[in-house]
């Protein structure tokens, strides 16, 4: 099955981490860059990290610093370490297989004052 997994989201308070993983099963995970993505009530969906097959990395303004994103190929699996979390980073994040145009099912992460 072509898909994409999101876990690890959950409810933390400000200055907490957690760590996201993807889980990619059905495509060549290894070829495809990785996008993480997040969306919180009545706004748009806004790209957060993104890391290419050759491992480089991007991030947005708001998480650099914070958040940093991985990937392990022979588990076909990108993480997203995010730590010293603020209320404001709660959201549904989700992961986007840029070019296998595939999106997971999203994981919900509340980060409370």
């Known amino acids: 099955q072509v898909q994409l997994v999101e876990s690890g989201g959950g409810l933390v308070q400000a200055g907490g981490s957690l760590r996201l993983s993807c889980a990619a099963s059905?495509?060549?995970?290894?070829?495809?860059?990785i996008g993480w993505y997040r969306q919180a009530p009545g706004k748009q969906r806004e790209w957060v990290a993104s890391?290419?097959?050759?491992?480089?990395?991007s991030y947005a303004d708001s998480v650099k610093g914070r958040f940093t994103i991985s990937r392990d190929n022979g588990k076909k699996t990108a993480y997203l370490q995010m730590n010293r979390l603020k209320p404001e980073d709660t959201a549904v994040y989700y992961c986007?297989?840029?070019?296998?145009?595939?999106w997971g099912q999203g994981t919900q992460v509340t980060v409370s004052s």
């Open positions: 059905g495509f060549t995970f290894s070829n495809n860059a």
């Open positions: 890391i290419s097959p050759s491992e480089w990395t």
């Open positions: 986007n297989a840029i070019f296998a145009g595939l």
